[in-house]
C-alpha cells in the first residue's frame, strides 16, 4: 500500500521538527492549518529529535510523536518518519565518549555538531539499532507512515582506532596479502613498503599522503563504511516489522561518497537541492544546468523517479550570499526536479526555529508564524499545482544518452600530482585542478539546451540501453570498463572519449603502454604525450571541413593515428597541424576522441550535428529552443509529459515543431507563450 501512495501523487512537504515546539500547543495546532492551506500532503518527522525520543539513555518517550503522526494523519498529511541517528544527545556523548569521531588530526572530537559519530562504535550501532527497532515496531505499520527517512545527510569520516582496526580489515579483504596490496600501492616509492596489514594507517595530514593507492582505499573505506551504516539502519528498521520503503537524503555531486554504492540499499533515491539562484540574474543557466545534472545523476543511481526531500522556499542561511528568490523562481526550481524524475517538492524546513544555526535558514513558515507571505502564497500555488499532477508519478525519463561521471574517477584525478596542481593561481575549484567536475557540465551543457534527456552514470553500470555514451577524462580503468565500453561500440554503439583517459588501473598504478590502455584499437590512435596550458593560454581547435574555429584551454593531447579519420586540428604550437578531433569505425559502431578540453560552444555543435545524425529523442522534437530555455521528457505508460522550462526573467514565445495539448488546461498549442521563470507541461499520447 505505502509504495501505491508513492506512486499515486507528488509529494509535498518537508521537514517539520514538532519536538521544538512540544511546549506549544497552539504552534501545533496552527501548523496543521497552514500546512492544509499550503496543500502540504507529507512531512518528514524526528529527523533530528533523538534527545525528544530518548531524553535518557533506556527511557524512551513515544507518545508525543504518535499524537503527532495521529494528528497528520487525521488531517491528510502523510509522515516520512526518520531515525535519528544524524545528531546523538548530549547524554550519550559525555556518558560514552567513544562514540564521537575522531579527526584526521588524531584528537576525538567534543560534543557537538551533527554527524559527529563514528559508524564502527559498537555501542553507537547498538543504540541506533534499539531506536530504529523500536519507532518500526511502534509506527512501521501506522497508516500514516509512507515512508522511512534513514538519518539525514550521511557524511564525514572518523580516524579512531575502531575505524583504523575496520579499514585494515577492509584491506585484508580485498588485496589478501601485504605482498599484493604493496605492489598495488606501488610502495616501494621512498622506501614505503609494509610489512603487515596491522603498520597501515589511514591518510593524515602528518603521516601518509603520498601513496595515492592509500588515499584512493581510504576513500573507497568511507563510502562502505557508510553504506553499511546505512543498511544497518535498514536492518533495524526491518527487524521491528515495517516493510515500509526506506530512503536518505544524498546531496548531488557532494564529493565525500560514492552514491552510486548506495543502489542496492535504498528502495527510493531521494536528494537535498539548494543551487546558487540569481548569482547571476541576467544568465540563470550555469546554475540550471548544474542543477538539472545533479537531478539526473540523483535518478540515474536506480534508474527509477527520486524524491526532492529538501529544498529552500527562500533563502538558506549558510550560502555566501543568501539571496531570496525572485517570484516566480521557487515553482520554477521546484518543477525542474519534476522534470527531471522527481515525484516530490519538500522543503527544509516547515517553520524557522527561534534559535542556533539555521535559525535565518527560509522555511515555508516564518517568525512570523503566519501565512501572510509572498513565499507562503507561492507555495500554495506550487501545491495546488502538484495536486493535480499526479498522472506523471507514473511516468519516468527514459534517456538514449549518457555521461559517465565517476566517483573513483574523480578522486583519483583530485589527487594525481601533475599537469594541473592546486599551487598555481585560478587552476580552479580549489579540490578539482584537473576541472574534471566541470567538464562534465560543459559536455552536459548541450544536451540541456537541446532538451534531450540525458542520465549520469558511473563505471558500474549498464551502457547497452544508450546510443551515445560520453566518457570525459577516463583517468582510472575500473569496472572492466574496458571491455564494456568496447562491446558497447561493437554493438553499434556511439561513444565519445577524451584526453586524458586510460591511464591508470582501479588502484591508480599506471599501466605501461600508451594510453588510453585498451582502447587504442577502439579509437584508432593513442596518445604519445599531453601539454598542460596556464590559465592565459589557449590554442584553437579547426574543423577539417568548413574550417570552424573552437578555443582549447587546459590540456592539449597530442596523438598519433591509425585507423582513425581526423575530423579537425590543432591550430598553434609546435603540434600545430596534429589531430584535435577523430572519428574511428570499430564494429557496428564509432568512437569519437577528442584530444583537448574544448569550450560549451564547441560541445553544442558538436552534439547538436551527432545526436541528430543518431536521432536521439529530443523533448520538443525539432523545436529550436530559445536561449536559457530547455524542456524535459518524462515517459509513462499512456502518456508522454514534456516540461518546458524558461530560466530568463522575461517571457519567451516561441513556435512548436508540432502541436501540444496543454496538461494543465486541456489546450491545444502550437506557439509556445512562457512568462518570466514560468513552466508548461504538454502531453503526446
Known amino acids: ?66 499524537k503527532i503522526i495521529n494528528n497528520l494523519y487525521d488531517n491528510g498529511i502523510y509522515t516520512v518518519l526518520a ?19 575522531v579527526g584526521p588530526d588524531l584528537v576525538r572530537n567534543h560534543m557537538g555538531a551533527r554527524h559527529n559519530h563514528c559508524y564502527t562504535s559498537p555501542y553507537y550501532r547498538e543504540k541506533v539499532w534499539n531506536i530504529d527497532k523500536k519507532l518500526s515496531e511502534r509506527f512501521g505499520r501506522h497508516p500514516g507512515v509512507i515512508l522511512w527517512h534513514l538519518s539525514n545527510e550521511y ?62 582505499d581510504w576513500r573507497r573505506f568511507v563510502t562502505d563504511r557508510t553504506v553499511d551504516f546505512c543498511a544497518w539502519e535498514k536492518a533495524a528498521v526491518r527487524a521491528g516489522g515495517s516493510d515500509v520503503p526506506v530512503t536518505t537524503n544524498l546531496m548531488g555531486f557532494y564529493d565525500g561518497l560514492n552514491y552510486f554504492k548506495f543502489r542496492d540499499v535504498l528502495d527510493i533515491v531521494s536528494w537535498d537541492n539548494y543551487p546558487f539562484w540569481h548569482r547571476n540574474p541576467a544568465d540563470e ?28 522556499p527562500g533563502a538558506v542561511n549558510w550560502q555566501p550570499v543568501c539571496r531570496l528568490k525572485k517570484p516566480g523562481m521557487h515553482e520554477l526550481s ?86 594541473l596542481n592546486n599551487s598555481f593561481e585560478n587552476m580552479g575549484r580549489p579540490n578539482d585542478p ?45 569496472e572492466n570498463i574496458v571491455q564494456k565500453l568496447r562491446s558497447f561500440v561493437e554493438n553499434g554503439g556511439t561513444l565519445v572519449g577524451t584526453y586524458w583517459s586510460g591511464l591508470v588501473n582501479e588502484n591508480d598504478l599506471c599501466h605501461q603502454s600508451f ?16 601539454d598542460a596550458l596556464w590559465p592565459d593560454q589557449k590554442n584553437w581547435l579547426v574543423m577539417k571541413d568548413d574550417g570552424r574555429r573552437y578555443e582549447l584551454t587546459d590540456l592539449c593531447d597530442i596523438v598519433k593515428i591509425s585507423t582513425a579519420e581526423v575530423l579537425a586540428c590543432y591550430a598553434d604550437d609546435f603540434y600545430a597541424g596534429a589531430p584535435a578531433l577523430t572519428k574511428n569505425s570499430f564494429g557496428k559502431g564509432t568512437a569519437y576522441y577528442l584530444a583537448a578540453r574544448a569550450g560549451r560552444d ?44 524558461n530560466y530568463n526573467a522575461a517571457p519567451v514565445s516561441f513556435t512548436a515543431a508540432a502541436a501540444l495539448t496543454d496538461f494543465e488546461t486541456g489546450e491545444a498549442v502550437s506557439v509556445i507563450n512562457l512568462q518570466p521563470y514560468g513552466v508548461r507541461i504538454f502531453y503526446k499520447n
Open 83 to 101: 531515525t535519528p541517528s544524524g545528531a546523538r544527545p548530549v547524554w550519550m556523548a559525555l556518558n560514552h565518549p567513544e562514540v564521537l569521531r
Open 515 to 530: 594510453n588510453p590502455f585498451g582502447m587504442q584499437d577502439l579509437f584508432g590512435l593513442y596518445s604519445e604525450e599531453i
Open 434 to 478: 584537473k576541472h574534471y567536475f566541470p567538464t562534465i557540465l560543459d559536455n552536459y551543457s548541450a544536451f540541456w539546451r537541446m532538451g534531450i534527456p540525458v542520465d549520469l552514470v558511473d563505471m558500474s553500470c549498464d551502457f547497452s540501453s544508450y546510443k551515445l555514451v560520453i566518457a570525459p577524462m577516463l583517468y582510472m580503468q575500473r
Open 602 to 645: 564547441f560541445f553544442f555543435d558538436f552534439y547538436n550535428a551527432l545526436t541528430k545524425d543518431l536521432d536521439v529523442t529530443r523533448s520538443l522534437g525539432s523545436s529550436e529552443l530559445p536561449a536559457n530555455v530547455t524542456a524535459s521528457l518524462r515517459i509513462g505508460p499512456d502518456a508522454q509529459f514534456v516540461i518546458v522550462q
Open 155 to 216: 557524511g564525514g569520516e572518523c580516524y579512531c582506532p575502531l575505524c583504523q582496526q575496520e579499514f585494515r580489515n577492509w584491506l585484508k579483504k580485498k588485496y589478501g596479502t601485504i605482498e599484493a596490496l604493496n605492489k598495488q600501492w606501488w610502495t616501494s616509492f621512498w622506501s614505503h613498503t609494509y610489512s603487515s596489514f596491522d603498520q597501515i594507517e589511514p591518510p593524515i595530514p602528518k603521516g601518509e599522503l603520498s601513496v595515492h593507492g592509500l588515499v584512493l
Open 285 to 312: 543557466s550555469d546554475t540550471a544546468i548544474q542543477a538539472a545534472a545533479s537531478h539526473d545523476l540523483m535518478r540515474s543511481i536506480k534508474q527509477e523517479p527520486f524524491l526532492l526531500m529538501e529544498s529552500v
Open 334 to 419: 521546484s518543477l525542474q526536479a519534476v522534470a527531471h524524475g522527481s515525484n516530490s517538492v519538500q522543503y527544509f524546513q516547515w517553520r524557522k526555529s527561534r534559535g542556533s544555526s539555521e535559525k535565518f535558514h527560509g522555511a515555508v513558515v516564518g517568525h512570523d508564524g503566519t501565512g501572510n507571505t509572498r513565499m507562503f502564497r507561492e507555495i500554495t500555488a506550487l501545491g495546488k499545482r502538484l495536486e493535480n499532477l499526479k498522472a506523471l508519478t507514473a511516468s519516468t525519463v527514459k534517456p538514449e544518452a549518457a555521461i559517465i561521471f565517476d566517483w573513483e574517477n574523480r578522486w583519483a584525478l583530485d589527487q594525481m600530482q601533475g599537469l
Open 1 to 66: 500500500m505505502k509504495w501505491n501512495v508513492l506512486n499515486e501523487q507528488m509529494l509535498h512537504g518537508g521537514d517539520y521538527n514538532p519536538d521544538q515546539w512540544l511546549d506549544r500547543p497552539d504552534i501545533l495546532e496552527k501548523d496543521i492549518e497552514l500546512m492544509k492551506a499550503s496543500h502540504v500532503n507529507a512531512a518528514s518527522v524526528g529527523i533530528f529529535a533523538w534527545a525528544a525520543l530518548e531524553p535518557e539513555e533506556g527511557r524512551y518517550e513515544f507518545d508525543w510523536l504518535e
